[in-house]
T-cell receptor, first 114, second 115 residues
């Protein structure tokens, strides 16, 4: 049981490049989300999905796209990387339809945009 | 609006001291859930505890204990007899019923336990 798997663990991009952060879970969780963590800011929600085919914006969605074609996968796309997107990105999933279920987090992707 | 405040940015203690991490939350909802997560230097986020708004009982798990008080909108976390391995950033988070199912995080408290 792998839980939530994020790839890559580290990435350096040049300004203007695009890339996709991968997230996969094998727990059949309906809810998946992407957070970014910046120093002194805690974690902030980028996008989330309540099921396959359904996505919505979180608190800081600009510059990012998501899609959810399967229950297992929830990739995050950076369309044109900017230095402000330098951050640690966490993917998380949650079972069930109530807020009482905690999230399981991936190990994170550390992204640097130069 | 929902908000979680962790006023202590950094705390440094000597091993075996007790330490309390404060968490104050704001919400108008009557049904909500509170969480604590630990982020050790390795970077992963580790779930510690979940508490729903209807359950004000304190909880103890080994050296960890949590004090939930709705009257003061606080959900404080105490580590008894701290150890070097407790050194980490600790996040308090709030999750509401319905809506985006998102977690609203505090900014975290960095705990350093010195030998």
């Amino acid at each position: 049981n792998a839980g939530v798997t994020q790839t890559p663990k580290f990435q350096v991009l040049k300004t203007g490049q695009s890339m996709t952060l991968q997230c996969a879970q094998d727990m059949n969780h309906e809810y998946m989300s992407w957070y970014r963590q910046d120093p002194g800011m805690g974690l902030r929600l980028i996008h989330y999905s309540v099921g396959a085919g359904i996505t919505d914006q979180g608190e800081v969605p600009n510059g990012y796209n998501v899609s959810r074609s399967t229950t297992e996968d929830f990739p995050l796309r950076l369309l044109s990387a900017a230095p402000s997107q330098t951050s640690v990105y966490f993917c998380a999933s949650s079972y069930g339809q109530g807020p009482g279920y905690g999230y399981t987090f991936g190990s994170g992707t550390r992204l640097t945009v130069v | 609006a929902q908000k979680v405040t962790q006023a202590q940015t950094e705390i440094s203690v000597v091993e075996k001291e007790d330490v309390t991490l404060d968490c104050v939350y704001e919400t108008r909802d009557t049904t909500y859930y509170l969480f604590w997560y630990k982020q050790p230097p390795s970077g992963e986020l580790v779930f510690l505890i979940r508490r729903n708004s209807f359950d004000e009982q304190n909880e103890i798990s080994g050296r960890y204990s949590w004090n939930f008080q709705k009257s003061t909108s606080s959900f404080n976390f105490t580590i008894t007899a701290s150890q070097v391995v407790d050194s980490a950033v600790y996040f308090c988070a709030l999750r509401l019923r319905g809506g985006s199912e998102k977690l609203v995080f505090g900014k975290g408290t960095k705990l350093t336990v010195n030998p």
